[in-house]
């Protein structure tokens, strides 16, 4: 079983964006049963909210229920859970490095290293913009989803 992490900073955005969108591909590609996905914030304003419902309602917009979605916070043991621990921002990211163990063998890095958007190499919070900010994330992260899934194939097969 492949495990992956996605994590922003509160986890009502962009993770669950993530999270929401790699579930319903790998669903999509009958691949549940070899793949598992999750969400969390590095930080813990939002620990059992359901995402903002500008994303919820944007992801809907596209077919991606997140209404199931509740918010936590990243912990040390999630680097023992997780093949693939993937951050939406360099802040995420530094603040995961600092966190991760000296033993974890997995994949830590940012997400859209899986994508080949070169404009965008973090997935930029939309929380205080526009609706337009919740489509460039839906954009990014579809895109880079995919990437991430081919990734994961060829370690699978």
């Known amino acids: 079983m492949t495990k992956v992490l996605f994590v ?14 790699f579930r319903e591909l790998v669903k999509r590609e009958k ?6 996905v999750d969400s969390a914030g590095t930080g813990d ?24 979605l509740r918010a936590r916070q990243v912990s040390m043991a ?13 802040a995420n990211l530094r ?6 163990p ?13 994508g080949s958007d ?9 929380y205080y913009g526009g ?4 489509e460039l994330v839906l954009d990014l992260v579809e895109e880079a989803a995919e990437g991430l899934l081919a990734h994961i194939r060829q370690r699978l097969y």
């Open 8 to 21: 922003c900073l509160g986890n009502i955005c962009r993770s669950p964006t993530a999270d929401g969108i």
């Open 31 to 36: 691949l549940d049963q070899k793949i598992t």
């Open 45 to 68: 304003w939002h620990i059992g909210k359901a995402p903002d419902s500008r994303t919820v309602a944007a992801a809907k917009k596209r077919g991606y229920d997140l209404s199931v």
């Open 78 to 90: 999630d680097f023992d859970e997780f093949d693939y621990v993937l951050a939406m921002d360099n």
């Open 95 to 100: 603040d995961l490095q600092r966190l991760k």
């Open 102 to 114: 000296a033993h974890f063998t997995g994949h830590l890095g940012l997400f859209l290293e899986f």
């Open 118 to 126: 070169k404009n965008h190499r973090e997935v930029p919070d939309p």
């Open 131 to 134: 609706n337009d900010g919740f």
